[in-house]
């Protein structure tokens, strides 16, 4: 396995738990089960330790592969980037529709900003799974 394909394991993994913790927290308030005060404080949170994380399982990864992490992107790779972020484009574009479609059902704003913010998580897990698939695929 690549270092590239290594990374964008390390983010699918970490934006899908941290997010996925994050969204069930949001379900639970939605439903009325949690207070919604706390979903501010918990996004900060989720925030801060994937960036964190990333950085720390990154660099350790940068220790373990010097010579591969300096290595400048081949075309494949490159060429996995771009059709990932086609894929992602329209998921993204879908998802803000949907986003959009919501307003009509509720005019709840803190249930809007939260689909607005599924859609972006939405979409870059397809960017990073779109990559992973075609990493493996053309491997």
Same mark, same amino acid.
């Given at each position: 396995?690549?270092? $590239? ?8 993994? =970490? ?6 913790? !994050? *969204? ?9 089960? &949690?207070? &919604?005060?706390?979903? *501010?404080? #918990?996004?900060?949170?989720? /925030?801060? /330790?994937? %960036?964190?994380?990333?950085?720390? /399982? ?21 060429? %996995?980037? =771009? ?5 992602? !484009?329209?998921?993204?574009?879908? +998802?803000? #529709? #949907? ?12 249930? =809007? +900003?939260?689909?607005? #913010? ?8 397809? $960017? @990073?799974?779109?990559? @992973? ?7």
């Amino acid at each position: 396995m690549s270092f $590239r394909e290594k990374t964008v394991w390390v983010s699918f993994v =970490l934006m899908f738990v941290l997010f996925g913790y !994050y *969204f069930w927290h949001v379900s639970q308030i939605m439903a009325g089960r &949690a207070d &919604a005060d706390t979903s *501010f404080h #918990l996004f900060l949170l989720v /925030v801060v /330790v994937l %960036i964190v994380a990333e950085i720390a /399982v990154r660099a350790v990864l940068r220790i373990r592969n010097p010579k591969e992490a300096r290595a400048p992107r081949d075309e494949r790779e490159r060429q %996995i980037e =771009l059709r990932a972020r086609g894929i992602a !484009y329209y998921v993204l574009l879908a +998802a803000a #529709l #949907l986003s959009i479609g919501s307003i009509h059902l509720s005019t709840n704003p803190y249930g =809007l +900003a939260q689909h607005v #913010l599924l859609a972006l998580v939405v979409a870059e897990l397809t $960017r @990073l799974g779109g990559q @992973l698939v075609l990493f493996r695929r053309d491997s």
